[in-house]
């Protein structure tokens, strides 16, 4: 099954860490995570980030990750993250990850 996913953000990586750039029309997003944890408490959450690899190797162009982050700042809809090995790929969802 394929679905056709818009994406509402991107990932890029920035010296050790990495940062989501959350579009402004996706705002919400950003604000359903506050308003579950609270203004000033983002810093050490756990999220699950929700991207589509842009690896080349890859067979199947329509594959997207899934990659547990910590969440280090956040800056209005620019969120810095733990490194994970995702760079320049697309954004589909960013959620708390409830199991932390």
Same mark, same amino acid.
């Given at each position: 099954?394929?679905?056709?996913?818009?994406?509402? @953000?991107?990932?890029?990586? %920035?010296?050790? =860490?990495?940062?989501?750039?959350?579009?402004? $029309?996706?705002? /919400? &997003?950003?604000?359903?995570?506050?308003?579950?944890?609270?203004?000033?408490?983002?810093? @050490?959450?756990?999220?699950? %980030?929700?991207? =589509?690899?842009?690896?080349?190797?890859?067979? $199947?162009?329509? /594959? &997207?990750?899934?990659?547990?982050?910590?969440?280090?700042?956040?800056?209005?809809?620019?969120?810095?993250?733990?490194?994970?090995?995702?760079?320049?790929?697309?954004?589909?969802?960013?959620?708390?990850?409830?199991?932390?």
């Amino acid at each position: 099954m394929h679905l056709s996913l818009e994406p509402i @953000g991107i990932i890029t990586k %920035v010296a050790n =860490k990495s940062e989501i750039l959350i579009y402004s $029309d996706f705002e /919400q &997003v950003i604000r359903n995570i506050v308003s579950k944890i609270g203004e000033g408490a983002e810093k @050490g959450q756990k999220l699950l %980030v929700v991207h =589509k690899n842009n690896n080349q190797k890859q067979v $199947d162009g329509h /594959q &997207v990750q899934v990659t547990k982050a910590t969440l280090l700042e956040r800056k209005g809809n620019l969120l810095t993250i733990s490194k994970i090995e995702a760079n320049e790929d697309s954004v589909i969802d960013v959620r708390l990850d409830l199991t932390a």
